[in-house]
């Protein structure tokens, strides 16, 4: 398999760098496992993401893929973050609190994130994967030539191509099943919600890359089925968040062992993107706003203070409960006995 020989991967198992939800923890036990174990780094700044890395490398040293969001940055609206802010106002007060009087961009996109991009060139993670688009050709060429490799996510296989015209080493064909945001280069493009396994057929005979299969993807029989169909690896992100190393808060794992898991929902609500949700308070009510969106990632500076205001009352239902559809199977096991069960099952199946 060209994209894990370099790796030296026992596993062909990619853990989800799903923000909010994996850990430093996390990854180095899904490494250590023979797996690829993940880190999102894309809502933080360049000192914490090496902090993070760091963090890994005292615990193993073994490859991690360090994930960056790629987007375009986004545009300030005030008339729309305004009347937003006045839509969400009932929820505020619902919980005693006060609405933020403004939103900001909460942080940067990798694209004009030059601190970023010279910490990553120093610390050379083995692999370091993009989310919602891709970098410009010249940061491109730097990380590899500092010896990275570089996975992206294609929800299409325009994407795809774009990808490999960029360079990129593999693509993350992601399902319109995957928990989390949607990955879309241009989130107000048509969409054409192709499923994992029917993606992941399309890029492997169309793309002429190496392609990793996400979405739905639970255990080892989907992990052997997806390898049937041409796929490198799959990259699980929902089944990991029942770890003990994960930081899903107490209210996260109550929905995900709760009937919630059986209705995942796609939304923009919580942070101005498109991304599955566990059913919860928040999705309700999102799927009943009437104003306009902000930008991701405006939208979620309002989106965490509201999860804020409402966990203060011990309300947890307005958090970013990312999941996908296969929730309901999601484990509660350490991440290496988790790695361990997915590559029995591989063998059995």
Not at 6 to 29: C, R
Not at 41 to 65: E, L
Not at 240 to 265: G, K, M, Q, V, W
């Amino acid at each position: 398999m060209p994209l894990l020989s370099p790796l030296a991967l026992t596993h062909p198992i990619i853990q989800a760098p799903m923000a909010g939800v994996s850990t430093p923890e996390m990854a180095a036990a899904v490494s250590s496992a023979g797996a690829l174990g993940s880190i999102g780094v894309g809502a933080v700044d360049a000192d914490a993401a090496c902090a993070m890395i760091m963090q890994i490398r005292a615990r193993t040293d073994r490859p991690f893929n360090v994930n960056l969001f790629a987007h375009a940055p986004a545009i300030a609206r005030p008339d729309v973050e305004a009347g937003w802010l006045e839509e969400l106002t009932p929820l505020f007060t619902q919980y005693g609190a006060t609405p933020p009087t403004s939103l900001r961009e909460i942080y940067r996109s990798f694209a004009v994130d030059d601190a970023m991009m010279a910490m990553l060139i120093d610390t050379r993670p083995a692999v370091i994967s993009f989310h919602f688009g891709l970098p410009n050709a010249v940061r491109i060429a730097a990380l590899k030539q500092a010896g990275c490799m570089l996975i992206a996510t294609a929800t299409s296989l325009p994407e795809a191509l774009a990808a490999r015209h960029a360079g990129i080493d593999a693509v993350v064909a992601q399902g319109y099943e995957a928990g989390g945001h949607r990955g879309m280069f241009d989130p107000d493009a048509p969409d054409d919600q192709l499923g994992t396994f029917a993606l992941t057929q399309l890029l492997v005979e169309r793309a002429d890359m190496p392609v990793i299969a996400a979405g739905g993807i639970m255990d080892g029989r989907g992990i052997s089925a997806a390898l049937n169909l041409g796929a490198v690896a799959a990259q699980l992100g929902t089944a990991f968040i029942a770890c003990p190393e994960s930081s899903a808060d107490a209210a996260y794992r109550a929905a995900l062992n709760s009937p919630a898991a059986l209705h995942t929902i796609m939304t923009r609500a919580i942070s101005g993107r498109p991304a599955r949700c566990l059913a919860n308070k928040f999705t309700m009510w999102g799927a009943q706003a009437h104003r306009r969106v902000p930008d991701y990632p405006i939208a979620y500076d309002a989106g965490k203070a509201l999860n804020q205001a409402a966990k203060a009352r011990d309300e947890g239902g307005y958090g970013a409960q990312w999941a996908g559809q296969g929730a309901p199977l999601a484990r509660s096991l350490p991440a290496a006995a988790l790695v361990a069960a997915l590559a029995e099952e591989m063998r059995e199946a």
